[in-house]
C-alpha cells in the first residue's frame, strides 16, 4: 500500500520517516468473489405476465359459490371489474391454478393497527405488501427485459404523458371494488394524494412526500381518471414511485372521515382509528384480516371482491388463506426449512450455512435458492448540522464532525469489511461494499466507485486532521477541550445481523481511538429513530433505489426536505447540505428529468463518484440473499431475488401461486369464510 506522503517524500529527497504517517490514497474497491446465483429468471416483456380484458365467463372457489347461493355476495361477474386484470398461463410456470390451502408466514415484526396512510406498520414479512395494492407495480420487473424494463400496470391500468410532457394522465382500473363491495375510484387517489401525500401532519408509512411525485398537482377528471401536472416535462420516475411503498391508495370512504380535514376529531385520533384489534379492514389486496391474536398469529381471508383472474376465468387468489406468525426474522428461517412455516427472505448470513445444510437434504420441505448479492448495508453518520432530530450539545458536536469528510474517511479507513463480512459466513458470501450503488447492478461503475480501504495509521492520521487527538492519553480522542468523544451508534436489535455488524463496528472503532457506544432498538423503535433523525450514526440495510436506481429514485439524495435517510430538513423545514450533496441533488433531479439512457447512465456515474468520494453513506458489506419456499407451492417464478426493486412477497406474485390439490395440507385455520364487515369481528360462513 503506498503511502502518498512517503512518495512526495523520497521525491522532494526528504526523508519518509520525517513525514507525519500520511494516508493510504483511495482506491476502486476489490472484485465481489464469484458467487452464481441459482437459478435465472425466465426473461419476458410486461405484457407477457398479464393484461387487463374481460372474459366470457369467471369462477370462483365452491364454498364461495355457496355465499352467492345465500344471498350474501353478488355473483361472481359483479363482483369483478370491466376489464379485469389477466394473468396470462403463458408466465404462469405450473400453468392454471387450483383453489384451497395456505401460505403460512412467519415475521419478525407486530401490527401497530392498519392505518398504513397514517404511516402504522403491518409487521412487515409481507402483511403490507399483500394488503395495499398501488397503482404500478416493479416487484416482478426483476424478470422484465431490459428493453421493456418501465412500470408493470396495477390499480393504474393504462397512463399517458401530455405532448409537453408535464401533465401525466392516469387511467384506473374500471369497476374494481374494495374487499367490502365499496368502489375503488378517484375518490380514493385524491384523497390519498391531497390529503395524506399533500398533509405535512400525515406521514404515510414509507415516508412518501410530494417529492416522491415530483411536487406533482393532482386533479381528477371522472371516476376513474385523474392527472398530475409538473413543473418539468417527463418526470417518469414517478411511475415507479407509484409503486408499493408509495402510491398504494386507502379506502377513503373509511378514511375520510376520521381526517381533521373532514370531521375527524385529531390527527393522533386518525392514526389510531384503525387499531390493530379492529378486523376485517378493507383491502384491495388478494386476502383481509380476519384475525389477530397479538404476538402469536394475523389470519387473512380471500377477498371476495379481488380484481384479479386468470386466463380461464379463475378469479384469485388460489390461496384462501394467508398466515402471518409473530415470532421472529432468525424463526422465519428455521421454521421454513423445518417445514413448519412456508416462506422465507434468508437474509441472515449467520444462519446459511445451518439453512444451506438442511435444504440440501432431497427429504428438506423446502426449496432454497440464492439471487443476487442485493442485501447491502451501510453506516450512516447524521448529517444535519441544524438541529433535525433536537441533538443535544454531545450529539451537535459529533454531527459537526460527521459533516466533516476526513472524520468520515477515519472511519472508513477504520473500517476491515473483509473481517466484518466473515464475521457473519464464511465463503463466497460477503464482499466489502464501499456504499453507494452496488456492484454488480445496471447503473453500477466500478471505475467511478471510490474506496477508502482498511488501514489503521490512515485512519488515526484522519482523525487528527478532523481536529480530534487522545489529549488525555487514554486511548480514546477527545473532544475539542473536552471529554472522550462517545459516538452512539444505533442499529436494529430484531435482526442478529444488524447486532453483530454494530458489535464489530464498534470495536474497530475502539481500534482506533474512537469510543461508539451501541443502541440496539426493537423494530418500530428503529424504525422512528431512522425516521426522526434521533440518531449520531445508524446501520441500515439499505433499500431499493441503491440497487435499481430507477425505483425510490428520490431517497437516492436530499432533493426534497424528508427523502434522504440521513439528512432531513429540521423542524423549520430547512435543509444544511454541504457541497457534494447540493451536487448529488442536482445530478439526481437531472436523472429524473432525463429520457436519454446514455445520459442517465453518465449521470450515475457522477452520482456514484461524488457519493463514495465523499461517504454519503459508509458502506459495510453486501451479500446474496436466498429464497425458502415449501416444496408443495407452485407457480413460484425461477429466480425470484429476495430483494431488488421489492421484496420476494410482491416478486412471486402470491396472487397466483398455489398447491396442487394432492399436496394441500389441510393447515387452514377459518376454511370457507370470507371476510366480515369492516370492523366486524372476524371471518364469516355461508350460512
Ligand atoms: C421482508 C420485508 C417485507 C423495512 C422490513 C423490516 C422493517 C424495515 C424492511 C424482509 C422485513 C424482512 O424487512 O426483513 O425480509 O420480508 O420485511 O416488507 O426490516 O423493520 O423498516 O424497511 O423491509
Redesign the pocket.
Known amino acids: 500500500m503506498i503511502r502518498r506522503a512517503a512518495v512526495a517524500a523520497l521525491l522532494l529527497g526528504v526523508s519518509a520517516m520525517a513525514v507525519q504517517a500520511d494516508v493510504v490514497a483511495p482506491t476502486t474497491p476489490p472484485d465481489a468473489p464469484k458467487f452464481d446465483a441459482q437459478g435465472e429468471p425466465v426473461f419476458v416483456n410486461r405484457s407477457d405476465i398479464y393484461e387487463y380484458k374481460a372474459l366470457p365467463a369467471y369462477n370462483e372457489p365452491a364454498w364461495v359459490k355457496a355465499f352467492v347461493d345465500a344471498g350474501k355476495l353478488p355473483p361472481v361477474a359483479e363482483r369483478l371489474p370491466k376489464e379485469p386484470l389477466v394473468y396470462k398461463t403463458a408466465n404462469e410456470p405450473d400453468g392454471t391454478g387450483v383453489y384451497g390451502d395456505v401460505m403460512r408466514h412467519v ?3 407486530r401490527p401497530e393497527g392498519w392505518n398504513f396512510w397514517a404511516g402504522q ?1 403491518y409487521g ?3 402483511i ?2 399483500g394488503l395495499v395494492e398501488c397503482l404500478t407495480r416493479t416487484g416482478p420487473l426483476f424478470e422484465v427485459n431490459a428493453t421493456d424494463l418501465q412500470p408493470l400496470p396495477n390499480l393504474a391500468k393504462s397512463w399517458e404523458w401530455s405532448a409537453d410532457g408535464k401533465t401525466l394522465t392516469v387511467h384506473l382500473i374500471e369497476g374494481a371494488k374494495w374487499s367490502d363491495g365499496e368502489p375503488f375510484t378517484t375518490a380514493d387517489t385524491e384523497f390519498y394524494y391531497n390529503d395524506v401525500v399533500g398533509d405535512p401532519n400525515v406521514t404515510p408509512l414509507m415516508g412518501a412526500a410530494p417529492e416522491t411525485y415530483s411536487n406533482g398537482v393532482y386533479a381528477n377528471v371522472d371516476d376513474y381518471t385523474f392527472t398530475l401536472t409538473f413543473e418539468t416535462p417527463f418526470p417518469e420516475s414517478v411511475l415507479y414511485n407509484m409503486a408499493y411503498g408509495n402510491f398504494c391508495p386507502g379506502p377513503a370512504h373509511l378514511l375520510k372521515p376520521q381526517h381533521p380535514k373532514y370531521g375527524g376529531k385529531d390527527y393522533e385520533s386518525f392514526q389510531k382509528a384503525f387499531p390493530a384489534d379492529y378486523m376485517n379492514f378493507p383491502s384491495m389486496g388478494a386476502w383481509v384480516v380476519v384475525e389477530h391474536r397479538p404476538d402469536d398469529i394475523v389470519v387473512l381471508r380471500r377477498n371476495p371482491y379481488y380484481w384479479k383472474v386468470d386466463e380461464a376465468g379463475n378469479q384469485l387468489p388460489y390461496l384462501d388463506e394467508m398466515q402471518y406468525r409473530l415470532s421472529t ?1 432468525a424463526d422465519r428461517d428455521v421454521q421454513a426449512v423445518a417445514g413448519t412455516g412456508d416462506f422465507s ?1 434468508l ?1 441472515q448470513a449467520e444462519n446459511y450455512v445451518e439453512a444451506l445444510k438442511k435444504a440440501a437434504d432431497p427429504a428438506s420441505p423446502a426449496k432454497l435458492a440464492f439471487g443476487p448479492r442485493t442485501i447491502g448495508y451501510s453506516l450512516y453518520p447524521n448529517l444535519s448540522g441544524n438541529g433535525w432530530g433536537e441533538p443535544d450539545a454531545n450529539s451537535q458536536a459529533i454531527r459537526e464532525l460527521n459533516r466533516n469528510l476526513d472524520f468520515r474517511k477515519a472511519i472508513s479507513y477504520g473500517l476491515d469489511r473483509q473481517r466484518l463480512g466473515e464475521s457473519l459466513v464464511k465463503g463466497p458470501f460477503t464482499t466489502p461494499y464501499p456504499g453507494g450503488i452496488y456492484a454488480g447492478t445496471s447503473y453500477y461503475d466500478k471505475d467511478s466507485t471510490v474506496y477508502y480501504p482498511f488501514d489503521v495509521a490512515s485512519a488515526k492520521a484522519e482523525l487528527e486532521t478532523a481536529g480530534l487527538t487522545d489529549s488525555d492519553g487514554n486511548g480514546f480522542v477527545n473532544l475539542p477541550g473536552g471529554g472522550d468523544l462517545n459516538v452512539t451508534l444505533v442499529t ?1 436489535s ?2 442478529q445481523t444488524d447486532k453483530n455488524l454494530a458489535e464489530g463496528v464498534v470495536a474497530m472503532m475502539g481500534d482506533i481511538g474512537l469510543k461508539v457506544t451501541l443502541s440496539a432498538l426493537a ?1 418500530k423503535d ?2 422512528n429513530a431512522r425516521d426522526s433523525g434521533k440518531y449520531d450514526w445508524i446501520i441500515i ?1 439499505n ?1 431499493t433505489e441503491l440497487i435499481t436506481v430507477v425505483s425510490n429514485t428520490t431517497a437516492l439524495a436530499p432533493v426534497g426536505p424528508t427523502t434522504d435517510v440521513n439528512h432531513k430538513a429540521n423542524g423549520a423545514g430547512e435543509l444544511d447540505l454541504l457541497d457534494y450533496e447540493k451536487d448529488m441533488v442536482d445530478t439526481v433531479n437531472k436523472f429524473i428529468a432525463s429520457r436519454d439512457p446514455a445520459e442517465r447512465k453518465d449521470l450515475m456515474k457522477h452520482y456514484q463518484n461524488v457519493y463514495t468520494t465523499n461517504l454519503d453513506g459508509i458502506g459495510l458489506t453486501a451479500y446474496p440473499g436466498a429464497l425458502i419456499v415449501n416444496k408443495r407451492f407452485a407457480n413460484i417464478p425461477a429466480g425470484a431475488p ?2 431488488m426493486y421489492n ?3 410482491d416478486n412471486i406474485m402470491r396472487e397466483r401461486v398455489y398447491v396442487p390439490a394432492d399436496k394441500q395440507i389441510g393447515a387452514e385455520l377459518h376454511p370457507n369464510t370470507l371476510p366480515g364487515a369492516p370492523g366486524s369481528a372476524g371471518p364469516v360462513t355461508a350460512n
Open positions: 415475521i419478525g415484526g406498520s412487515w414479512g409481507g403490507d405488501i426474522w427472505n437474509e436494529q430484531d435482526y423494530g428503529f424504525d440495510r433499500g429476495i430483494f421484496w420476494a412477497e
